[in-house]
């Protein structure tokens, strides 16, 4: 895994985000635009790895590098970058009272039946008497996900997922299933 090919999202970024993000749209574009960085990124990292490694070499991206694309795309931004989910493998990723509030609403519309693809949800709300938009877009279950968040794993992942996360919930998934968010917080 190298480190510098993640040196391009960073760049990438630069462009998209208005130096004085304002008005609620420009929040939401620039919210996307991180998101899809952070997706593309990390699904690329993913599926290279697997192809050349194998599923457990897919763990480690998911374990080391998930994070620090988190990390770098806040650095960058000076938000608040992550992912959460109800049924947590990191409990690290654990959501607050809001965040699980907005994953509990995806639960429903997907529910309802709108597709998992396509769930966002944003607000501007108080914290700590400080006002923050906060925005999250659901992350859908794919093929590939169920690797490692499907019914059925392979016993190497099945045990190197049982040494890691002695407490994992993030399994069980289907196809299309909400897996969890990306979640974005902005000061104003
Ligand atoms: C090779 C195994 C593997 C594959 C494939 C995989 N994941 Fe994961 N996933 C993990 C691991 C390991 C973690 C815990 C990462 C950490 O420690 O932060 C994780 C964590 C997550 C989280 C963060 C929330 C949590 O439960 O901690 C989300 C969201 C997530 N995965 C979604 C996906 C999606 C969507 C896909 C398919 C595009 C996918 N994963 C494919 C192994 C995998």
Not at 4 to 15: G, N, R
Not at 74 to 95: C, I, M, Y
Not at 101 to 113: D, K, M, P, S, T
Not at 151 to 180: C, T
């Amino acid at each position: 895994m190298n480190r510098l090919t993640m040196i391009p999202v960073a760049l990438a970024l630069v462009a998209v985000i208005p130096a004085q993000a304002e008005s609620v749209d420009e929040r939401v574009a620039a919210s996307q635009a991180a998101i899809q960085d952070f997706a593309g990124s990390l699904q690329g990292h993913l599926m290279e790895a697997m192809q050349e490694g194998g599923p457990t070499e897919g763990i480690s991206v998911c374990r080391q590098v998930a994070p620090q694309i988190a990390e770098d795309i806040s650095a960058e931004t000076g938000w608040s970058v992550g992912r959460t989910s109800l049924k947590l493998r990191n409990p690290d990723n654990a959501p607050d009272e809001w965040e699980r509030a907005v994953l509990e609403q995806f639960e429903a519309r997907r529910a309802a039946g709108e597709p998992a693809s396509e769930l966002v949800y944003h607000e501007t709300v108080q914290e700590d008497g400080e006002e923050v938009f906060r925005f999250m877009r659901a992350i859908p279950t794919g093929g590939l996900c169920l690797t490692c968040h499907g019914s059925e794993l392979g016993g190497d992942i099945q045990h190197a997922l049982e040494r890691l996360y002695p407490e994992d919930q993030a399994v069980g998934y289907s196809e299309g299933d909400v897996r969890g968010a990306f979640t974005i917080i902005q000061r104003m």
